[in-house]
């Protein structure tokens, strides 16, 4: 996993995203992007997206992949960004 | 003396008493694995929350996700976690008197979770704020109802069961801000600060801080519950390992009882015969 995440940082075509709640991880793998909703709207998360921080609304989350896409509905939670790490901390 | 169907009939329902009982502790056994695994799961998701929340809130109180404007009762909140019914032995009797010795209604208030404590609350004359019941399931706890208490109040103390091993069990009680202080003992100590400077933050920095700090507080509160759960199964594990050991224990002595019941029969009968063959021989 860890040398996944250290290629995905440096082909920058990737990032790594995790999506979890206290007591199961939905998801943990690469991927193209993260679509989610905040209170200003929809919005992306690509590879070599600024470090980022936003509460999440309750939406269904879009993570595109090279081979599918996943969606997984969420109640809200918070999302955190750095350094082509996408870290998705749901509501309890 | 007890006919051979009689103890023949004991023995079964004996048996089956053994059956239950092993399925029953089997069960608990199976519960506390799986408490156990969520427990990890949860300081895990805490932990790196936690990473995140410390580097926002540099040099700054954890403020039970409360806004500058909410109001605050100045009292302490007590929440005592006791079990929904039977099978919990003393362990929720020594609980509640050790939190009565404690509790002062003009520094206190007091709120109920199980239907067991609430009994013993009512019998003792002890008034609670709310009650809530035990949540039945172990994943999904919904505390969401306690969190808005809690927050109301300047500080929270919370008294539960605990576990300690599979044969001990233990009460405890903790203030909950150190109860999130301990839990972050184990998180990564990183000297980055994030701030406006170097993140966007969406809504604010203080919105997400106060989001983190409820969430964090939702995982403490459903960890206290499900460490009191998990010494409720262990309770409920040892009574059933001695109910099975004592129902074992009972089959053997009737499995003796119906072999000496067998001889004694087969003995009498055969006094009979001889009886039998004497009295013809004196009669020829």
Redesign the interface.
């Known amino acids: 996993m860890a040398g996944e995440k250290k290629e995905s940082t440096e082909d920058n075509q990737s990032l790594h995203v995790k999506v979890?709640?206290?007591?199961?991880v939905y998801f943990d793998e690469p991927a193209l992007s993260i679509s989610g909703v905040?209170?200003?709207g929809p919005f992306d998360v690509l590879p070599g997206h600024?470090?980022?921080?936003?509460?999440l609304d309750a939406c269904v989350l879009n993570i595109r992949t090279p081979n599918e896409e996943r969606k997984i509905r969420i109640n809200g939670g918070?999302m955190?960004v750095k350094a082509d790490m996408a870290?998705v901390?749901l509501?309890? | 003396m007890k006919s051979l169907i009689e103890v023949a009939e004991e023995q079964q329902a004996m048996q089956s008493v053994l059956g239950l009982t092993s399925v029953f502790e089997g069960l608990a056994s199976m519960r506390i694995a799986q408490v156990k695994d969520?427990v990890l799961?949860?300081q895990h998701?805490?932990n790196?929350?936690w990473n995140?929340y410390s580097k926002?809130r540099v040099n700054k109180e954890f403020s039970y996700g409360r806004n500058d404007q909410d109001k605050v009762i100045e009292k302490n909140l007590f929440i005592v976690i006791t079990a929904e019914g039977g099978f919990s032995g003393d362990i929720d009797q020594k609980l509640i008197n050790w939190m009565v010795d404690q509790y002062d209604s003009k520094a206190q208030d007091l709120v109920i979770v199980g239907h067991h404590g609430a009994l013993q609350l009512t019998q003792l004359g002890v008034p609670f704020k709310r009650y809530f019941k035990l949540p039945v399931h172990d994943?999904?706890?919904n505390?969401g109802p306690l969190i808005n208490l809690v927050k109301q109040y300047r500080s929270t103390t919370v008294f539960y069961q605990t576990y300690v091993t599979l044969m001990v069990q233990d009460i405890k009680k903790i203030e909950l801000h150190r109860a999130i202080e301990q839990a972050s003992k184990d998180a990564d100590k990183d000297s980055e600060i994030?701030s406006e400077e170097?993140?966007?933050?969406?809504?604010s920095?203080q919105?997400?801080a106060s989001?983190?700090e409820s969430?964090m507080l939702?995982?403490t509160l459903?960890q206290t519950i499900l460490d009191s759960k998990l010494a409720q199964y262990a309770s409920r594990f040892r009574s059933m390992r001695s109910a099975s050991e004592k129902a074992d224990d009972t089959n053997k002595l009737l499995k003796m009882e119906y072999n000496r019941t067998k001889r004694f029969i087969a003995d009498e009968r055969l006094k009979e015969v001889v009886n039998g063959l004497r009295k013809a021989e004196q009669a020829l």
């Open positions: 979890a709640s206290p007591f199961r905040n209170k200003t600024h470090n980022f921080i936003t509460l918070v955190h870290n901390f509501d309890v | 969520q799961s949860s998701f805490f790196e929350l995140i926002i994943s999904n706890i505390v994030i170097n993140y966007i933050f969406e809504p920095a919105g997400v989001h983190m969430t939702q995982i459903t």
